[in-house]
């Protein structure tokens, strides 16, 4: 676009003063400001992948004020934009609070970790940071009302960061970013050490006067760009650093480079002494060749789930609600095609063969084989009938399916799973956080060792003294150190969720290694978690059927997994005032009348009832629950649920690990020594309440034992609470899974002893990871400080310890569980 064709600011509409010279290219064509505020928000908001503001606004933006706000990250005050990436969080004492997830820019290590969430916590009204130095992503909570976003953002630029929005396509772009430059670092190193080197050659054969004075001038010529533009990652990093006074693995590399290649010059320009831009260059390429290698396994080992927005359709197909037939068909005059944000709860959309589940729902009506992998683990597809639920980011592969919708974008089952990996991910455990600190500590000591080298050196034999010191700033850098722990967990996370088990908390990796007690809720655990109605005995004058349906009433809002038992009689009576007991049952008014459902105990309770009769015979595998109404029993109810497959499997396989099943349940505790009898558990106990369980589990802590927990219902939030590894089923309500360590995606319980032996195989990888680091350097660093170490030798061994110490964790990712 010429300048006489764009006479307006592109931001803010207001004219360009003559002369002003602000451009930039934006979504391929050529735009012009009024001043540099106005082209800092238009890039930001273009690299933030949010350019779609400038075609939905309404009006001109404002020209921004440089004086009262931060100029670069105004835009990201604007709600327009806000609503992209920012997701509001339960309201606190001190007012509502907002949560993002951010991608950021110049992180190198461990160290720049440790600096920016040091750095933003110490701001008020920013409650929690916790950035990710695997993934290079933040997530960060503020008050609204205490400060703003564009504040945040400027905060952290002051220290040398950039924080942008976590999005797809900008992640994407950042990483593609990263290994282009990173590769034209290394070539460029690369080129400047094989040239260095050759001429290198006719410096150490013997030249001398005029020849000599020329090849060091054509080596500094070679040997700066190394130094001004490959080596520039290691002097940023160190810079920010120091200037927050904090030390990191950059600042002895930083140190090294700008000594000898400082000296030289020196020596270039005086004629006298010697020159090191060979050993400038060499080493430059192998740091930068370990850190690239370190780049790309990062970026390869993070979490492996293809993002939401390319799992998801961009549309779906919404059906008018009467436009569903028994076998899925309907009337395609019936259909519209919408954006996937324009479905809300309550709609049905028809998903055809092969097209993915666009929302959480329920299928009203076809039949079909889903194939849930992503999000499970489960290799086999699984049958999808009338009143099945299907989860967002599932593929149909056999036939249309009509579905109702229950939660779509940020509210669907792919989305909390989402959230929750991005948790794991950003939970440091405190193994990570020893190692930080003992790698700074360590870089300290290395100064100063280096220091006392030199000046020994110097004295003895000055000749030798500075690449003696360049040795010992290289070698001896800890970046094995900090990569030893948190690769090896970042491996282990990505393989355990492969196989269907989300570990969301990291710390869970060591408490996992040593349980000796597994603990097991029945239903929903060992059990399906989909008891079928297998005998009604009405009492009253109340009919079965009726009975049936005004309990399926009283559940239809429960996610407890009796409530699918009544689905079939559900939408017939509707029930008000519907109150639930946990663990115990529900009641509600119909017509009028209150009624009662639920264990024995609590509707006789509840309904005043002095004694309950006798039911009749029944199957002891059942659960009986009871269905009253003040001062009458109506009836008996039967339940039953089948056992997992791998129940009976779980529990052979942790008697061969010298582990100890418990089965603890809210059931009878008739038909609880039935199931474990089933299953081989000798310590069952029913009847339980929550206190009871927790009880019990404080009980074998309190004796040494490590215990593990499974569940899935809020009866089951208090000991998944209290025990040192709580693991919360894929069905498990949503209060279950926030109180829980990991969470089971898939249906085999196997997994949990699975599970056990790879954390103990994670701990001895870390243990040998931290040992070879450490003897790594103290071996090296008497080695460099004896000058037995060249500079270059000292970058080769720097960068393979760092790819020894990956390569190991790698081994992880490829192990099996």
Avoid at 593 to 600: A, E, I, V
Avoid at 682 to 699: F, I, M, N, T, Y
Wanted: charge should be neutral.
């Amino acid at each position: 676009m010429s300048q006489s064709a764009q006479s307006a600011c592109f931001h803010c509409s207001l004219p360009i003063p003559n002369g002003a010279q602000f451009e930039s290219e934006l979504d391929g064509q050529q735009r012009r400001f009024c001043c540099p505020g106005c082209q800092a928000v238009a890039e930001t908001i273009y690299q933030s992948g949010l350019d779609g503001f400038y075609q939905f606004r309404s009006q001109s933006s404002a020209r921004p004020d440089l004086e009262t706000l931060q100029r670069n990250y105004l835009a990201y005050d604007l709600p327009q934009l806000q609503q992209e990436f920012v997701t509001p969080v339960a309201a606190a004492e001190e007012g509502a609070q907002l949560q993002a997830q951010f991608l950021i820019e110049g992180i190198t290590c461990a160290a720049c970790v440790w600096l920016i969430e040091h750095h933003l916590s110490a701001i008020d009204g920013v409650v929690s940071v916790a950035v990710n130095a695997a993934t290079g992503r933040a997530k960060v909570r503020w008050r609204a009302t205490a400060i703003k976003l564009s504040e945040i953002l400027s905060a952290v630029a002051t220290i040398g960061y950039r924080f942008t929005p976590a999005t797809e396509d900008h992640n994407q772009q950042r990483l593609q970013q990263e290994r282009r430059l990173g590769l034209m670092r290394i070539a460029v190193a690369g080129f400047g050490m094989m040239q260095v080197g050759m001429v290198a050659v006719a410096i150490y054969a013997g030249a001398s006067g005029e020849w000599l004075s020329y090849w060091r001038w054509i080596s500094l010529i070679i040997a700066t760009p190394v130094v001004l533009f490959s080596a520039r990652p290691f002097f940023t990093a160190a810079w920010r650093a120091l200037k927050n006074r904090h030390l990191v693995m950059d600042v002895p590399v930083c140190i090294a480079i700008a000594f000898a290649y400082t000296a030289s010059v020196w020596a270039t320009l005086t004629q006298t002494g010697e020159v090191y831009f060979d050993s400038v260059s060499m080493f430059t390429f192998f740091l930068l060749l370990g850190r690239y290698f370190e780049m790309s396994t990062r970026h390869g080992n993070q979490f492996g789930m293809t993002r939401m927005a390319q799992l998801l359709p961009l549309t779906a197909t919404r059906l008018q609600q009467d436009d569903c037939v028994a076998d899925g068909e309907g009337d395609s005059s019936g259909r519209e095609l919408v954006p996937l944000r324009a479905l809300s709860a309550g709609d049905r959309v028809m998903v055809a063969e092969g097209e993915t589940v666009p929302c959480d729902g329920v299928v009203m009506a076809g039949q079909s084989r889903v194939d849930e992998s992503l999000l499970t683990g489960e290799a086999h597809p699984i049958n999808k009938s009338v009143g099945a639920s299907v989860v967002a980011g599932s593929s149909n592969l056999d036939s249309p399916l009509t579905i109702e919708v229950t939660a779509v974008g940020a509210n669907t089952t792919l989305s909390a799973i989402e959230s929750l990996v991005d948790s794991a991910g950003d939970s440091k455990p405190k193994q990570v956080i020893l190692a930080d600190r003992l790698a700074s500590w360590f870089v300290a000591a290395v100064l100063l060792i280096s220091a006392v080298t030199g000046y020994l050196w110097y004295l003895r034999e000055p000749s030798h003294a500075l690449w003696v010191v360049l040795s010992v700033l290289v070698v001896t850098c800890p970046c094995a150190l900090s990569l030893a722990t948190p690769t090896a967990h970042a491996a282990a996370l990505s393989r355990l969720r492969r196989e269907g088990l989300l570990i969301i908390n990291s710390d869970t990796f060591a408490a996992l290694a040593k349980i000796t007690h597994i603990v097991f809720d029945k239903t929903g655990t060992l059990t399906v978690g989909q008891p079928q109605v297998t005998q009604v005995d009405s009492l009253g004058e109340v009919p079965s059927e009726k009975a049936l349906a005004i309990i399926a009433s009283l559940e239809r809002d429960s996610k407890h997994p009796i409530a699918k038992a009544f689905a079939p009689w559900q939408n017939q009576i509707s029930a008000v005032d519907v109150r639930n007991a946990p663990s115990a049952g529900v009641s509600g008014v119909v017509d009028g009348c209150r009624y009662f459902f639920g264990r024995p105990e609590y509707v006789a309770q509840a309904a005043g009832l002095k004694t309950l009769p006798e039911p009749t015979a029944q199957d002891a595998s059942a659960s009986l629950t009871a269905f009253a109404r003040a001062g009458e029993l109506l009836a008996w109810v039967a339940l039953a649920d089948a056992t997992r497959d791998s129940a009976r499997p779980v529990v052979d396989l942790a008697k061969q690990a010298g582990l100890t099943c418990v089965l603890l349940s809210g059931d009878q505790p008739d038909t609880v020594a039935q199931v474990a009898d089933q299953l081989a558990i000798a310590d069952c106990r029913g009847r339980c309440l929550p206190e009871h369980k927790l009880a019990a589990v404080q009980s074998m802590q309190a004796e040494g034992k490590v215990v593990l927990m499974v569940g899935d219902g809020i009866n089951d939030v208090p000991v998944l609470s209290g025990a040192d590894v709580s693991v919360a089923m894929s069905s498990a309500t949503d209060l279950a899974r926030t109180k829980a360590d990991a969470l089971l995606l898939a249906g085999d319980l196997t997994l949990l002893v699975r599970a056990q032996r790879f954390a103990k195989k994670l701990q001895r990888t870390i243990k040998q990871n931290l040992l070879w680091a450490l003897a790594y350097n103290g071996l090296a660093l008497p080695l460099a400080v004896l000058g037995l170490i060249p500079p270059w030798a000292a970058a080769i061994g720097m960068s393979a310890s760092s790819l020894v110490v990956v390569i190991n964790a790698l081994r992880l990712s490829r192990a099996s569980v």
